[in-house]
Every structure is written in C-alpha cells, then in structure tokens.
C-alpha cells in the first residue's frame, strides 16, 4: 500500500505542478514531505508501539491514513496538499513503525524467508502498478482521483488485520517489557516518567527529527536559491544535530540506535550501499516523468506505463535473487547489481530528445535489474552480519535507510535539474522545447551522472566483503558478550 501510493503521486508530480501553477521546489516538497515524517518518526513510533500495542497502533496509523488520503482529494491549494500529505506520512509511520515486527514474530524462522521474499514482491509490485495506475487515473478521471484509489487498500488491511490471529509477542515487544519491568524493580524502584524517558529516548528522536528535517530543507532551498549563506548555514545545523545525536545517544542507556553496530565494516558497507541504491532509483522516479511528458510528450498514462518497467522488472527478481544468495552467496549478486546500475545510468545519460522506445526500455529494465537484484542479498547480509541483540534495531535501520535514501533522491534530483533549466519551464503546461529542452537535457544528464557515480561506490562497497558473511565481526562478538 505504502509503495503503490508513493508510486502513484511521484508519476502524477508534473500533472499536480502544472494544476497548481507550483514551481519545481513545491512539487518536491509535495513528494517529500511524506516520507520526511515517515522517515523522522518512524524509530521513535516503533518504541512507543513495542511498549504499547503493536496492534492497536497499526490500527490507529491506518485510520488516520485513510483520513488523510480523503483530505488529499479535497486539497485547494499545493500548499494545503503538503501539509495532509505530512500528516500521512506520519500515520504511515504508526504502520511502518510496527509491521516488520509483526511479520517477524508471526512466523517461524523455517517460514520467516518466504514471508520476507513475499513482502519485497509487494514493496516491487506496489512500485510497479502504482506508476502505471496512477497514469492512467490522472489521465482519465483527474489527478485529484489518485488519493481516492488507495482508500479500498487501507479498509482492507484493517479488515484482514483485525480478522488474523495474532501471537501475543507479535503485538509487543517482551524483551523491551522485561527491560521495563527492571526498572520497576530496582531499589528504590525508577519513576514512570524516568523509565519513559530512559526507554523510549526522547532525546535521540528530537535530535534525529531535527537533524534529517533541517537537512532536506537545506537541500530543497537550494533548488531554488542555489547553497547561498543561508542554506550553507542550514547544512551546519544539520550536521550539528547530527552530532549532538551522535553523543546523546552513545551516552544513553537505552539509545534508539546502538553505535557500536557500526564497528562492522561489512554492515557499514551494506548499508550505505543500501542508501545509494534508494538513492539511484529515487533520482530516476522524481526525474524521467518530466522527462517523459515535457520533453518527448509522451501522455501522463503512457509515462506511468514506461516507469513502471523499473518495478515490475525488480519484481520478479526479487525472490530469485534472495534464492540465489543461499546458493551462491550475496557478494557475486552485489556487484552483478551494482554493475547493471552503472550501465542504467550510463545508458539514461545519453538519452536525448529523439530517443527511440527500444534503447528507452532497454535502460529502464537495467535499472530495474540493479534494484531487484540488490535488494533481497542486501537485506540478508545486513540482517545476518549482526548478533542478535542488534537485530531489532538494525530492521529498524533499514526502514529508516529507506526512507532517508527515498528523500535524497528526490532532493538531489530536483537541486540538479534546477541548477539547469528555470522552475517556471517545469511548472508550465507547455512542452519544452528549442531551448528549454536543451537545458533539461543538460540537467537531466548532470543528474545520471551523478547517479553513475552513485553507482561506482554502491560497486566499491561490495567487494572483498564475502569474508565477513560467516560470521560477525569480532567486534560486535564482543559487543554481544558484553551486553
């Protein structure tokens, strides 16, 4: 659901700028804002449901969702559209918060492979169809039809949730109860309110929110403005919250994010491959529908026909790739994937104005090769290079890695296309030309340039780490011994 939605706005964005008369920073914002409070909240939300109820936040966040996607087709204005849409996204992080637990600890280890190969086919199959629909709702019924279409979705997951069994350490997290439950019992026994603040960190949510918020908007701005003193002093509160998270949470007892997990150069590898990965395809997903229906005029429903290829390609690679990395291992496919993104990349590139269908679906099907074979031997070398203790948190990471690299990609895609050509170009109903055309091109090609690059350290961080799949590193070893 999550992903069928964020597919049907993102191929909607130039239909939605061009209605608005919204320049290209708004219509970023209008993309972004989702996932920068899913993104913010979505650790600190997970804490809170483990304490709680897993299933009655998952319940809440899908309400509240449903209510929000409503409110979205009644929006009169771009601006009011952005704020429903936050909104959303932080219902969405009640969901997100939660869902991957409830999937852990529903099934059993022997089962919990197929559930996780079946959930990537739905991230991949909600990304493919989301575009494609999305289209052709825009094309036929208006673009304010996108937000009315996603409403069957979320009654139905209530529906199922609420008809579906669920195993009571599905619903709450007893290993953060048996940790509260010290806290009551020491001599003389903590305050409610210091086990509260002790267990959920308060402190390492506000500063993460804090952190990431104030870095997109930093990066947003200067698509308009350029990194003028203002924005250049926005990027220095960042990395200042960024460090002052750094600190808190390596000082706190009960820290939303273990440091020490980061000793693990394997993990760190992976991971930040994982953000570069989002990265690319996100770029890709904010930049060729302007491509599309500015520049070679292709209707909005043939251009979510055309994105659609990435996704339904990483689809059915999904589940092969993650067979194959028992077989054969996770690096072999790392780098195949990481290959297949320089080649994507390098082939969008020389795209131009006259580019025929055939080398045009040649480099959309190389993207999605690059996505669907990472993602599931990624997701396994992260998951097993860490002890068990790690494990929650770093599911929790990856959600999170995600949702940063989802909002990156859409911030650098539009900083480079508007060091390129006027947002006024963009948010017209004309079809760019002469000139204009001239200069999305150049923007468009400074964007798979750098997501060639992208793709060149995604490769670099794949090699001669197949030593280190075995077995964790010994320092987390001795992290696990000491915890």
């Not at 190969?117 to 494609?132: D, E, Q, T």
């Not at 994507?344 to 040649?362: E, K, S």
Request: with cysteine; hydrophobic share 55%.
């Amino acid at each position: 659901m999550f992903n069928f939605y964020i597919g049907l706005v993102n191929v909607c964005l130039p239909t939605i700028t061009e209605f608005f008369g919204a320049s290209v920073m708004t219509a970023t914002w209008i993309s972004n804002i989702y996932l920068i409070c899913l993104t913010v909240s979505v650790i600190f939300l997970g804490r809170i449901a483990g304490m709680w109820s897993r299933k009655k936040f998952f319940m809440i966040g899908t309400i509240l969702w449903v209510t929000a996607s409503l409110a979205c087709y009644f929006a009169p204005s771009a601006e009011m559209l952005i704020v429903i849409r936050g909104i959303q996204g932080l219902a969405a992080g009640f969901m997100a918060a939660v869902y991957y637990a409830i999937l852990d600890k529903t099934f059993p280890p022997e089962k919990l492979g197929l559930a996780m190969g079946c959930l990537l086919v739905a991230l991949s199959g909600g990304y493919a169809i989301g575009p494609l629909v999305g289209g052709f709702i825009a094309a036929y019924l208006g673009w304010h039809t996108i937000f009315l279409a996603v409403i069957p979705f979320g009654i139905l997951s209530i529906c199922v949730y609420l008809l579906t069994a669920q195993k009571p350490e599905a619903d709450k997290d007893l290993e953060l109860i048996e940790r509260k439950k010290k806290y009551e019992n020491k001599d003389p026994p903590f305050s409610r309110g210091k086990i509260y603040s002790i267990l959920i960190d308060y402190k390492g949510a506000i500063l993460q929110a804090i952190f990431l918020f104030t870095l997109t908007y930093a990066l947003i701005l200067a698509q308009k403005m350029g990194f003028d003193i203002f924005d250049m002093v926005l990027m220095a509160v960042a990395l200042i919250f960024a460090a002052l998270f750094v600190w808190v949470e390596a000082k706190h007892e009960e820290p939303l994010f273990r440091m020490e997990v980061f000793r693990s150069i394997t993990f760190s590898a992976y991971i930040t491959g994982l953000l570069l990965n989002y990265i690319i395809l996100y770029m890709a997903f904010f930049t060729l529908p302007f491509y599309f229906q500015k520049v070679i005029g292709v209707p909005v429903n043939i251009s979510g026909i055309l994105i659609s290829i990435i996704m339904f390609t990483a689809m059915f690679l999904s589940i092969i790739a993650g067979g194959l990395a028992d077989k054969i291992g996770v690096k072999p496919l790392a780098i195949a994937a990481s290959i297949s993104c320089i080649v994507a990349t390098t082939i969008i590139y020389t795209f131009h104005t006259g580019t025929g269908l055939p080398l045009i679906i040649i480099g959309l099907i190389a993207l999605g090769f690059g996505y669907g074979l990472y993602q599931s031997p990624n997701n396994k070398m992260i998951i097993s290079v860490v002890p068990e203790i790690f494990k929650t948190q770093v599911s929790a990471m990856m959600t999170l890695t995600k949702n940063l690299g989802s909002v990156l990609g859409n911030c650098f895609a539009g900083l480079i296309l508007s060091s390129a050509i006027a947002q006024s170009a963009l948010s017209s109903n004309l079809t760019l030309v002469g000139t204009q055309a001239t200069e999305f091109m150049t923007g468009m090609e400074r964007v798979f340039l750098f997501g060639a690059l992208c793709s060149v350290i995604l490769l670099v961080s794949t090699l001669d780490l197949q030593k280190y799949f075995s077995q964790p590193d010994q320092t987390l070893i001795k992290t696990k011994e000491t915890s």
